[in-house]
């Protein structure tokens, strides 16, 4: 079967755009080629052009975008805003996501560095209602996730968890990110500032004040104060309920030891100062191990503005001493800080929607706080979206 995408940019002819894609994509339907006729948009140089991640590796062609369905931007390339989009996508819609990081993710990231995958935010995540198994399912007959077993262990608060009903994205969690967006227009890289509301549409521009185009209808995607403050001028109400909720911060420190030394076990004890979870991961065929460690929200909360180098120098002496590791064998360091790592108590509302601003907001912090609810959060948006 022909699986190609053809991309046609029409800059000088946008007044016949629509007339053109409908020749286009007649011409093209019988051949199942998926044609991308997103408007080249005044400011948006061949640079910024080449920022568009047109994901692909998808088992499925795309169908024809619907040239008569709303445009819709999503901000936002976590799992919550990855899943609108698909599911919106998928029906046809013309749907582009922007991301400010230059991978997708979000919270559910993975760092590469010293030929070894860290899992930098989420490690790994359950499945416990049926609208999530299902896709679950699908994902691990894909080989996209796998059940997390040895040997992938973690400490947890000093024990060890059992593993057999966690799942993982092998080699790395944005692997299950880079699955959702395939063939999805997303521009990382793109920081997008406060969203304008005309009389029928949204204006969004980048913080250079760029503009990133218009659209009918707008999914907001990001943890929830940053959604308040986008939202603060265009829709105080939604940007209220978004400034409900808080989070918990979180130090994590990535680690790995040469490929020589004798790689250290789990600690035996929960000997680890302020860390309070530790994951070992080892890849099928990898050199190496890769360590991630989380330290406890009260200590992350109490350590906001030390350096990171510092940081990662704390944490790493506390897991040397617990699991005999010199630290001169450790040959890759480093921490980072998630602000806003985890929802303490999220909304129950699964998204929230304002059909006549054609606005959404979705995010774990409407639904459960984890991966799960990020994702069933995305999906009930796009449901509210299609009603
Ligand atoms: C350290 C840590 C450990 C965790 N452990 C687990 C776990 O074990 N199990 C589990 O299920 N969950 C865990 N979580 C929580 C899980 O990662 C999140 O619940 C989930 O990934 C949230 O997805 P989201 O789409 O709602 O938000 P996010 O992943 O935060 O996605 C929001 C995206 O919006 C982007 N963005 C923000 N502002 C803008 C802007 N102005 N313009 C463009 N882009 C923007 C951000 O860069 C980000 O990519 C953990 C999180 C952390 C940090």
Redesign the pocket.
């Known amino acids: 079967m022909l699986c190609t995408t053809l991309v046609i940019r029409m800059n000088t002819v946008y007044a016949h755009r629509e007339t053109l894609h409908r020749m286009v994509s007649a011409l093209l339907s019988q051949a199942s080629l998926a044609v991308d006729v997103s408007e080249a948009r005044p400011g948006m140089t061949p640079t910024s052009r080449s920022n568009i991640n047109r994901h692909s590796g998808s088992p499925r062609l795309d169908p024809m975008v619907n040239p008569g369905h709303p445009r819709i931007a999503v901000?936002?390339?976590?799992?919550?805003?990855?899943a609108a989009a698909r599911h919106l996508h998928d029906r046809g819609y013309r749907v582009e996501v922007?991301?400010?990081?230059r991978g997708?993710?979000?919270?559910?990231?993975t760092r590469r560095a010293d030929h070894l995958y860290f899992n930098q935010?989420?490690?790994?995540?359950?499945a416990r209602d049926p609208a999530f198994r299902r896709p679950v399912a699908a994902w691990l007959r894909q080989g996209v996730l796998h059940r997390l077993n040895l040997p992938a262990v973690q400490l947890e608060n000093g024990a060890q968890t059992s593993t057999n009903k966690w799942f993982v994205a092998r080699p790395g969690m944005s692997a299950l990110a880079r699955h959702i967006a395939a063939g999805i227009a997303v521009h990382t890289g793109?920081?997008?500032?406060s969203p304008q509301r005309r009389i029928d549409h949204w204006r969004l521009s980048d913080m250079t004040g760029r503009s990133l185009g218009r659209f009918d209808l707008l999914i907001i995607?990001?943890?929830a104060p940053?959604a308040r403050r986008?939202l603060e001028l265009a829709a105080p109400a939604l940007a209220a309920r978004a400034g409900e909720v808080s989070y918990v911060p979180?130090w994590?420190v990535l680690l790995a030891a040469d490929h020589g030394a004798a790689q250290p076990d789990l600690p035996p004890r929960p000997d680890t100062g302020p860390v309070d979870r530790v994951i070992k991961n080892r890849q099928p065929g990898q050199r190496g191990v890769s360590w991630v460690l989380?330290a406890n929200a009260d200590w992350s909360a109490a350590h906001p503005q030390v350096p990171a180098a510092q940081v990662a120098d704390e944490l790493a002496t506390h897991f040397c001493n617990a699991t005999d590791l010199a630290p001169a064998a450790l040959s890759y360091l480093c921490a980072h800080h998630?602000r806003?790592?985890?929802?303490t108590v999220p909304l129950t509302t699964g998204a929230l929607w304002d059909p006549d601003l054609q606005l959404g907001l979705?995010?774990?912090?409407c639904c459960g706080?984890?991966?799960?609810?990020?994702w069933l959060?995305?999906r009930t948006l796009a449901a509210k979206v299609l009603e």
């Open positions: 901000i936002g390339a976590g799992i919550s805003g990855l922007f991301e400010k990081a997708l993710g979000g919270r559910a990231t935010g989420a490690p790994y995540f359950s793109v920081q997008v500032a995607a990001v943890p940053q986008l979180t994590t989380h998630w806003y790592a985890r929802v979705c995010g774990d912090w706080g984890d991966i799960e609810g990020a959060s995305g």
